[in-house]
């Protein structure tokens, strides 16, 4: 029973990260139905900035997951205007492809600017373990979490209370009928990419902090599982992607516990494409009959 | 009778005298071998695109997984011909049988689904395939697959690339190929018109797993050494950009496409730090500039599928 404790709480600080990218994902999908291959990638450069900012600069860990945030969403925004507007109107493979593209462009681009081998993240959070009973809480669980749940409510709030928030549901909903509304459609793409980047970046530099380790493509695998997330919950449904990220997050880390490490990859596709079979739009996610 | 008209005549002494042209200038040394394994590379690609076409481009069904067929085809030949000692024939019949069945496997649960779900579901399929592989240890997991004897030549090639162009273009210009089409136009017209819309997806899959199993045969008997990570969810994705560079719908295209992707990559090894945000570039600039690909529906018959493959 302990050991499903604790590895709850290991599980739980994967999932924050999951459904910190898996936001990102839910977002851009909503808004222009397009799965967003690079954000894996913004995330991974999130990491490089954080990365960055605290050994070169010398930042401690506030500042630099600021700095990178607010990077990454820039970058986020130039992605958008420079490679998705143009794809818009586009057939939805040729939108696939593109995505793909640009997730290439920033994994490779930034192999060769970084080179591609390991680095270590500095120890920015001195560690520290909290014995509650039988069980261990390190404090950078602790940070990730009360961080993603910070950013979690921020943006409930954002979306739910205010102008541009609305203007983002509108526009999910119908986005031609948002814009005889007023409501300006490109801007409020580019503040959703740029609050999904935003979210991603924060993500790679939690993962930086917390597993010390950064890669150039580090993005590819945690960018899969958290579209899974995304595609678990409903996607365009923004609980459901925290929710799928946590879920994904603890099976992960309870198959990995339970001696199946090498398959914890397969766990979650498996998860996926049962989700898909018995309820394919999540499952926060409404069905809408198609109409001919 | 009719299978001997004059133009299905013209077109056997076209295929032959290519196949010859090439067998004399490899012996005559004029095609090295760097040059022959950038010809398999080709040939292997062509298949894979081949096949995948008429699943994504006739049929419209998004597909992430084809390099998860080449994986069962490349481990089925490399067990039957490096364990059994099988002749190659027999191999690359099994491979491709295998393949199918995966295919059928695979198939039946996820052609269910449309569009973005369908992609990301076949991926996950091709993950699970891949890490399965990497667990078996019989088929040496991780560590890869060594020691498979080489078969492939320049004649298996040809004549598989050869085959595979001309059982796929006339499955399309047959009754099944049609369904196929309608499928990809719009579903549910299809299906009021009576086509077994299912039936037709799964048939479409199998045939293009029947053909990456034969190039994963063809692959694993070149290289004498596979390995699970060769088959990744990337490879699925450089089969797929084949495809759509080509022309979706276009089997000159793939073929096209196949072609001229290789002889970039070729031309970018010269930079390797480069090569992949090059092609990465190539790749946006196409997209934006020429989605249709470079022959978009290419051949002549099938103006009309340019709509949208949604």
Redesign the interface.
């Known amino acids: 029973m302990e050991q499903v404790l604790q590895q709850l709480i290991n599980g739980i600080s994967l999932g924050s990260i999951y459904a910190l990218i898996a936001l990102g994902y839910t977002m851009v ?1 909503g808004i222009i ?1 397009l ?1 967003n291959f690079a954000h894996g990638d913004i995330y991974m450069i999130g990491a490089y900035i954080g990365f960055a900012c605290t050994t070169f600069l010398g930042m401690s860990f506030i500042p630099a997951l600021i700095v990178s945030m607010i990077s990454t969403a820039v970058l986020g925004v130039i992605v958008e205007k420079v ?1 998705y507007k ?2 818009r109107k ?5 939108a ?3 995505a ?3 997730s ?2 920033l ?3 930034m ?2 600017f970084v080179k591609p081998e390991t680095r270590t993240f500095p120890e920015v959070l001195s560690s520290k373990n909290i014995t509650l009973g039988n069980l261990i809480v390190n404090n950078k669980d602790i940070y990730i979490v009360i961080i993603t749940v910070v950013m979690m409510l921020v943006l409930q709030y954002v979306i739910h209370k205010t102008k541009i928030g609305m203007a983002m549901r509108a526009t999910s909903m119908d986005s031609e009928a948002a814009q005889l509304m007023g409501i300006s459609v490109d801007n409020t793409i580019s503040t959703t990419f740029a609050i999904g980047s935003c979210l991603a970046g924060a993500a790679g530099v939690l993962v930086g902090v917390y597993y010390n380790s950064i890669d150039p493509l580090m993005g590819m695998m945690p960018g ?1 599982k958290a ?2 997330a995304a ?1 678990i919950g409903g996607i365009g449904i923004i609980p459901g992607a925290m929710f799928g990220g946590y879920l994904l997050g603890i099976t992960e880390t309870m198959v990995s516990a339970y001696g199946y490490s ?2 914890k ?2 766990v979650a ?2 998860i ?2 049962f989700m ?2 018995i309820k ?1 739009k999540g499952l926060f996610g409404k069905n809408v009959r ?1 109409k ?1 | 009778m009719r299978i001997l008209n004059k133009k299905n005549i013209i077109a056997v002494l076209f295929i032959l005298l290519i196949y010859a042209a090439g067998e004399i200038m490899l012996r005559q040394g004029i095609i090295d071998s760097y040059i022959e394994l950038n010809i398999i590379l080709i040939g292997i690609n062509i298949i894979l695109a081949v096949g995948l076409n008429l699943v ?1 481009g006739f049929t419209g069904q ?1 597909s992430l997984g084809h390099a998860a067929f080449m994986a069962v085809g490349a481990y089925t030949s490399a067990i039957l011909t490096a364990k059994f000692n099988q002749p190659f024939i027999v191999a690359i019949i099994f491979s491709a049988i295998a393949a199918a069945l995966a295919g059928v496997i695979i198939g039946i ?2 052609l ?2 449309k ?3 369908l ?3 076949t ?3 091709g ?2 395939v891949k ?2 592989a ?2 078996i240890d019989y088929i040496g997991g991780a560590r890869g697959f060594m020691d498979i004897p080489k078969y492939t030549n320049w004649t298996w090639i040809y004549f598989m690339v050869v085959l595979s162009i001309v059982v796929i273009k006339n499955f399309i210009d047959s009754r099944g190929g049609r369904a196929c089409i309608s499928i990809s136009q719009d579903e ?2 299809a299906e009021a018109m009576g086509i077994n819309t299912t039936k037709y997806k799964i048939l479409a899959f199998v045939i293009g797993a029947f053909f990456a199993g034969i190039a994963g045969a063809l692959y694993a008997n070149y290289f004498y050494f596979i390995k699970p990570d060769s088959f990744g ?1 990337m490879k699925s ?1 450089d089969i ?2 084949i495809v ?1 560079f080509g022309g ?1 719908g276009s089997i000159a295209g793939s073929v096209v496409g196949a072609i001229v992707l290789s002889l970039i990559s070729l031309f970018l090894q010269s930079i390797p ?5 090059i ?3 190539i ?2 600039l196409i ?2 500039y020429r ?1 249709q690909g470079l022959l978009g529906k290419g051949e002549i018959k099938l103006k009309f599928l340019r709509k ?3």
């Open positions: 999908y139905n799965i490679a143009p794809i586009s057939t939805r493979i040729a696939l492809i593109t793909i593209s640009v290439l462009f994994e490779y681009g192999m060769y899969i579209f899974i595609v090498l398959y990859d397969a596709f498996a996926l494409i898909l079979l394919p198609e001919v | 994504t998004f649960p996820t269910r689904l569009g973005d779900y992609a990301i579901a991926l996950g399929f993950e699970i890490i399965l990497l667990n549910t017209a969810y994705i797929l950009v759509v979706m730090e480069l090569r992949m945000v092609y990465a570039v790749l946006f997209m934006v989605p949208r493959v949604a």
